[in-house]
């Protein structure tokens, strides 16, 4: 057995006997959330875990990700010329960028599901449109017609909470003044930041706070620096495998697009996302991707 997959396994372990329990004495799927930084593995833990459940475990498991509850292109492009000054909105990726209608329907019909009603799973292709990415015509969606146990739901932001206006003001100021890891948040206007942190409000509100989850998985590290060679690392495995990838300063860009909300929300997540202790596993990661401690909140 390779050491993540002992690392997925002893992390389940820790949240099992819960997820029976609550199996037990609720109808509805249990949510399972699944958050952490750029290529820190969401969607390898996911799978995983959708396996371990279904086959060893006996609870029919099915995984959705954030990536595949985006708005339609030109939802996108009409969001983004909203405000184009807005640099946290030039691609896809923020909250905001997620058509949050769309994704409380599909959480409230699972949430209703009894099974042979077939619940439509939206998708998302990042490759149409040159990678800008268009969702999938809904009759492409996979169908499901079984009422699933547990639904492993994954996604960057998973787990952000929004700040006060005051905090993300003073965020920022910290930014500016050199006392955050990275600094990222002083690379943008206020505004801009609000923005995205009303977006984010919204999202709570209506498909992604406390109360529409059951469990959480939060895969971290202590130094927010690793996020940027663990993707670097990935692009040149890339271009190694196809030829072709992002440059260097290309993947910089593309993970100093992310830091911002690291930066903002984190500190929240860490100290823990549900009231109610038990419920939540911090894994944190060391700097080669193996686990260096796991917390349980
Ligand atoms: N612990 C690990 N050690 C080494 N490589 C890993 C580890 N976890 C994942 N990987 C590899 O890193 C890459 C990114 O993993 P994955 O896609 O699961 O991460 P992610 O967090 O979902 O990424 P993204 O944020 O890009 O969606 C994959 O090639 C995966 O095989």
Request: glycine share 8%.
């Given at each position: 057995m390779s050491p993540l997959e002992s690392s997925?396994?002893?992390?389940?372990?820790?949240?099992?006997?819960?997820?029976?329990?609550?199996?037990?004495?609720?109808?509805?799927?249990?949510?399972?959330?699944?958050?952490?930084l750029q290529g820190s593995g969401k969607s390898t833990w996911?799978?995983?875990?959708?396996?371990?459940l279904t086959s060893e475990h006996g609870l029919n498991t099915i995984t959705i990700s954030l990536d595949d509850l985006y708005k339609s292109h030109d939802d996108l492009i009409a969001w983004r010329e909203k405000d184009s000054r807005n640099k946290l909105y030039r691609t896809?990726?923020?909250?905001?960028?997620?058509?949050?209608?769309?994704?409380?329907?599909?959480?409230?019909?699972?949430?209703?599901?009894?099974?042979?009603?077939?619940?439509?799973?939206?998708?998302?292709?990042?490759?149409?449109?040159?990678?800008?990415?268009?969702?999938?015509p809904e009759?492409?969606?996979?169908?499901?017609?079984?009422?699933?146990?547990?639904?492993?739901?994954?996604?960057?932001?998973?787990?952000?909470?929004?700040?006060?206006?005051?905090?993300?003001?003073?965020?920022?100021?910290?930014?500016?003044?050199?006392?955050?890891?990275?600094?990222?948040?002083?690379?943008?206007?206020?505004?801009?930041?609000?923005?995205v942190n009303e977006s984010l409000k919204k999202y709570c509100d209506t498909f992604m706070g406390p109360q529409h989850f059951d469990f959480m998985i939060h895969i971290d590290t202590d130094d927010l620096l690793n996020v940027y060679r663990w993707r670097l690392e990935q692009e040149h495995k890339l271009i190694a495998?196809?030829?072709?990838?992002?440059?260097?300063?290309e993947v910089r860009a593309f993970v100093d697009g992310y830091m911002p909300g690291y930066e903002l929300y984190l500190d929240r997540l860490r100290v823990g996302f549900f009231d109610e202790k038990g419920k939540q596993v911090r894994v944190v990661l060391d700097g080669e991707r193996g686990v260096d401690r796991v917390e349980e909140l």
């Open positions: 997925i396994r002893r992390v389940l372990n820790l949240l099992l006997p819960k997820i029976h329990s609550l199996h037990k004495s609720s109808p509805q799927p249990i949510i399972l959330g699944i958050t952490g996911a799978s995983l875990i959708v396996k371990l896809r990726g923020q909250p905001g960028t997620h058509d949050e209608q769309l994704a409380a329907q599909f959480f409230a019909e699972l949430r209703g599901c009894k099974g042979n009603d077939a619940l439509k799973i939206p998708r998302f292709d990042k490759s149409k449109f040159n990678g800008e990415g268009d969702r999938v009759e492409e969606w996979p169908r499901i017609t079984t009422k699933p146990d547990v639904v492993v739901f994954e996604g960057w932001c998973v787990g952000f909470q929004p700040l006060s206006l005051a905090d993300v003001e003073k965020k920022q100021q910290l930014a500016s003044a050199g006392k955050l890891p990275v600094n990222t948040p002083a690379k943008h206007k206020l505004e801009h930041l609000l923005e495998a196809k030829g072709t990838g992002m440059k260097d300063e």
